[in-house]
């Protein structure tokens, strides 16, 4: 897969999201579970975005709730992203407000890149200690809320990553689509359908309270694959 190393702007990276969700909009049922319910043609084309980007942005509950490593799936991959002249394994940055991540998940028990937190001033001091004890670096970016515009500045220029991939949850998509960050969209659409009034979709949190305010992108592509449909948008008013 060929993608442009281009930035969106000098000050921070490309964010590109990927996200599988079935035909009603849902990534996970009711009950909230993470678990995969793409394709094998979808989780490899989850791999291949991840040989893409210099780091891999994911919210502490999924991290949790998925067990996630976010690794680069095979040696071969490691291998393109050197030929690509990336670093052979992707940064990890998990992202919670509150500091609440629990030290026993799994991707802690897994060293081959440095893990990153994106945190707030609402993490008590011990729970602070605690995550320095198990990441390359916490920082702290707003108040009550994570500030991304600022937090995404400083991954640009601390740890030089021009590409970053965001695998979810909901919560954090919504944060990054309501700051206007999130610039290109990879969804696949899958052929089922959960239902429920509480099955989360790819962006909870907030959303947009008018129609004027929705973010807006455009299709650049479809592609159908033995009824899966993978898609990817991006920011920007239809032509």
């Excluded at 780091?55 to 680069?72: H, V, Y």
């Excluded at 992707?90 to 897994?110: E, N």
Aim: glycine letters at 8%; one cysteine or more; a positive charge.
């Amino acid at each position: 897969m060929k993608t442009s190393r281009a930035k969106t702007s000098a000050r921070r990276p490309f964010v590109f999201v990927n996200m599988a969700m079935t035909a009603d909009g849902k990534i996970a049922t009711a009950n909230r579970a993470v678990t995969a319910f793409g394709s094998e043609r979808d989780r490899r084309h989850m791999f291949a975005l991840r040989a893409t980007a210099d780091a891999i942005l994911c919210g502490a509950r999924t991290i949790e709730q998925s067990g996630a490593i976010l690794d680069n799936g095979s040696d071969a991959l490691g291998r393109q992203r050197l030929r690509n002249g990336l670093a052979e394994y992707p940064l990890r940055i998990i992202v919670s407000g509150s500091g609440s991540i629990d030290p026993a998940a799994r991707i802690f028990q897994h060293h081959f890149s440095p893990i990153i937190i994106l945190t707030t001033r609402r993490a008590p001091a011990s729970r602070l200690r605690q995550l320095r004890g198990l990441a390359e670096a916490v920082k702290v970016c707003g108040d009550r809320e994570i500030n991304f515009p600022a937090a995404l500045r400083w991954l640009h220029a601390r740890w030089k990553v021009q590409r970053l991939l965001c695998e979810g949850g909901g919560d954090l998509n919504d944060a990054l689509f309501r700051a206007g960050l999130a610039d290109e969209v990879h969804l696949t659409i899958c052929p089922k359908i959960f239902g429920g009034r509480t099955a989360p979709t790819i962006a909870e949190g907030l959303g947009f309270a008018r129609l004027a305010q929705a973010a807006t992108y455009r299709i650049k592509s479809i592609r159908a694959h033995n009824g899966e449909l993978f898609t990817v948008l991006s920011r920007g008013k239809q032509p």
